[in-house]
């Protein structure tokens, strides 16, 4: 089947490539932009332990602002907790794997 690849939109109003992707160390937040009727969103989306994340903000440079805070709050380890079993980190890998689809 191969890997799903999720297109990117260049926006109108400026240079940049959606989604965005704002990295600190290994850690990376994306930011998708969504339209409904006239208003635009922004959605911040990461991985924590184990689980993906969300959070919606209206304006654009701080949802920049608050996906950087959260990547380097993921780099360093502030979201950390420990895999204490194989079955558990079978079921990190796979939620991983999904989120990467996506």
């Known amino acids: 089947m191969g890997d799903l690849q999720v297109p990117q939109a260049q926006d109108s109003r400026s240079s940049e490539m ?3 992707e704002i990295k600190s160390g ?6 998708y932009r969504i339209t409904i009727g006239d208003t635009i969103r922004h959605q911040l989306s990461w991985f ?3 689980e993906v994340k969300r959070r919606t903000i ?3 440079e701080s949802a920049k602002v608050a996906a950087q805070e959260q990547t380097e709050k993921l780099d360093a380890g502030e979201h950390a907790t ?3 079993s194989a079955l558990e980190a079978e079921e990190y890998r796979q939620k ?3 989120r ?3």
């Open 82 to 84: 420990l895999i204490s």
């Open 48 to 50: 924590e332990s184990g």
């Open 26 to 31: 290994s850690s990376v937040v994306t930011i």
């Open 96 to 98: 991983r794997k999904v």
């Open 100 to 102: 990467q689809v996506f």
């Open 58 to 60: 209206t304006d654009e």
């Open 18 to 20: 959606w989604p965005l």
